[in-house]
T-cell receptor, first 112, second 112 residues
Framework: SQTIHQWPATLVQPVGSPLSLECTVE??????LYWYRQAAGRGLQLLFYSVGIGQISSEVPQNLSASRPQDRQFILSSKKLLLSDSGFYLC???????????FGDGTRLSIL | AQSVTQLDSHVSVSEGTPVLLRCNYS??????LFWYVQHPNKGLQLLLKYTSAATLVKGINGFEAEFKKSETSFHLTKPSAHMSDAAEYFCVVSARPGKLIFGQGTTLQVKP
């Protein structure tokens, strides 16, 4: 069966520091991969999605970037974190674009 | 444009009583609709999906939802609430393949 892993589960970073969050999927090939942010008390906002290695689409302009160095690995990065980058970050995968998405357990990011 | 509105931000029921979580959608074409559940500090779990087959969709954990095109609704129901059902519930519409639009969420409280 397919599984998705995100780490770390929680992260506290100072303003201006870099960020790297990792997401990996097991048990499937060539998945579509997604990064979402969930602000407190709000729904999810799609940040990036990828349909293949090296193919990244950005949904909103922001201080973050994403990369897909391997088929089942999706990384969310920032060179300099802002206070507004705080939130709950979720990675998801789907077999095809029109199939349901399956989510990891998320990373709680706090910026001090 | 596609959108989704969850009509209640908070619903409280007693254990053993029915659950109704309301969702209205807007779509310029026949949409795919989903309900997801999120427990505290966890990712989202797919409860059920509607993809233009049967209008009454059965999901996991005893939940079901009925697609009503005339009312543009996709309400989530369960005959008897369990304490473990307490969580955040999201109604989601697929705007285009890979692009999900999330409602703002409904917090379900289950009282003993």
């Amino acid at each position: 069966s397919q599984t998705i892993h995100q780490w770390p589960a929680t992260l506290v970073q100072p303003v201006g520091s870099p960020l790297s969050l990792e997401c990996t999927v097991e048990g499937t090939s060539n998945p579509n991969l997604y990064w979402y942010r969930q602000a407190a008390g709000r729904g999810l906002q799609l940040l990036f999605y990828s349909v293949g290695i090296g193919q990244i689409s950005s949904e909103v302009p922001q201080n973050l970037s994403a990369s897909r160095p391997q088929d089942r690995q999706f990384i969310l990065s920032s060179k300099k974190l802002l206070l507004s980058d705080s939130g709950f970050y979720l990675c998801a995968w789907s077999a095809e674009s029109d199939q349901p998405q399956h989510f990891g357990d998320g990373t709680r990011l706090s910026i001090l | 444009a596609q959108s989704v509105t969850q009509l209640d931000s908070h619903v409280s029921v007693s254990e053993g009583t029915p659950v109704l979580l309301r969702c209205n959608y807007s779509s310029s074409y026949s949409p795919s609709l989903f309900w997801y559940v999120q427990h505290p500090n966890k990712g989202l779990q797919l409860l059920l999906k509607y993809t233009s087959a049967a209008t009454l969709v059965k999901g996991i954990n005893g939940f079901e939802a009925e697609f009503k095109k005339s009312e543009t609704s996709f309400h989530l129901t369960k005959p008897s609430a369990h304490m473990s059902d307490a969580a955040e519930y999201f109604c989601v519409v697929s705007a285009r393949p890979g692009k999900l639009i999330f409602g703002q969420g409904t917090t379900l409280q289950v009282k003993p």
